[in-house]
């Protein structure tokens, strides 16, 4: 028996909006670069009192992307927590759409491998609000010589929306595309920068492996699927899916058995 080994793929796309404040107060979105902690509120703190208040805009800009999307455009927002404890978050939760998307149920068309269109479904484009970050001593000249972590808040509360696949998508040149297409869409539409270098563009992608009877088509097993992390490039993301699939692979065909898991980009080392 002949087998073949078929990839699956699907692409979680977080697009920084390109709105002056942040989502919910009206902290100013241009931080890049800034001091730490100078674009901060009681609101994008969550300090107790603070309400919370939807910059329109960047309602605006998500429907605009749904919209080009073909996604089905809800005609209310709603809004949810989404609680998680990590240093990142000073609020302790995230606030997010998790049953009620801005927009769903769309599709967008790229070329496949072979040069033929092929429709990649959009399971939902909802709005969420970034996190801040962790500066560790060792990755910061600033902080030299310190051995500490530190917390800047600065992009906590930024306006994200999140675009997310099918695992429509079988291959890394396929999913490099996908997300070609995705960042010259939200750039064409004003939605987003669309810059991944300054991280206004991450993408996570799902993948698995599943081994196929090459003669009748058949299922024969699949790897448990892996959710891969930090990768900064359109080339980073062909990389990192190359290496996985090549992972996935191998344990299928040695009958090892895969953990599900999340894993994160080495793009000095090559590896996951
Ligand atoms: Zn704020």
Redesign the pocket.
């Known amino acids: 028996m002949t087998v073949r080994y078929v990839p699956v793929i699907g692409l979680e796309i977080h697009v920084q909006l390109a709105t002056e404040s ?1 989502l ?4 100013s979105a241009d931080y890049f670069g800034k001091a730490p902690n100078a ?7 969550g300090l107790p009192g603070a309400m919370p208040i939807l910059n329109g805009r960047a309602a605006e800009l998500a429907v605009r992307a749904g919209i080009a999307l073909s996604c089905k455009i809800r005609d209310r927002l709603y809004f949810d927590r989404k609680h998680y404890f990590y240093a990142d978050l000073s609020k302790a939760y995230q606030i997010s759409q998790d049953g009620r998307p801005v927009a769903e149920g769309g599709l967008l068309k790229i070329r496949s491998d072979d040069g033929t269109l092929k429709p990649v479904r959009i399971t939902r484009l909802h709005l969420e609000e970034d996190a801040g970050k962790l500066v560790h001593s060792a990755a910061d000249g600033r902080l030299e010589g310190a051995e500490n972590s530190y917390a800047d808040y600065n992009r906590g ?1 930024m306006a994200l929306a999140e675009i997310v696949s099918e695992p429509d998508l079988s291959s890394p040149g396929e999913a490099r595309e996908y997300a070609a297409r995705i960042r010259q869409l939200v750039r064409y539409l004003a939605v987003s920068d669309g810059d991944m270098e300054k991280g206004s563009l991450r993408v996570d992608a799902n993948v698995s492996v599943k081994q196929v009877d090459a003669d009748t088509g058949e299922v024969l097993a699949w790897s448990a699927r892996a959710e891969v992390k930090n990768m900064n490039s359109l080339r980073a993301l062909e990389r990192a899916l190359e290496y996985e699939i090549r992972r996935h692979r191998e344990a299928l065909a040695s009958g090892e058995r895969l953990e599900r898991e999340t894993r994160h980009w080495n793009e000095a080392e090559g590896v996951t």
């Open positions: 942040k919910f107060c009206r902290c674009h901060i509120c009681p609101g994008c703190m509360g």
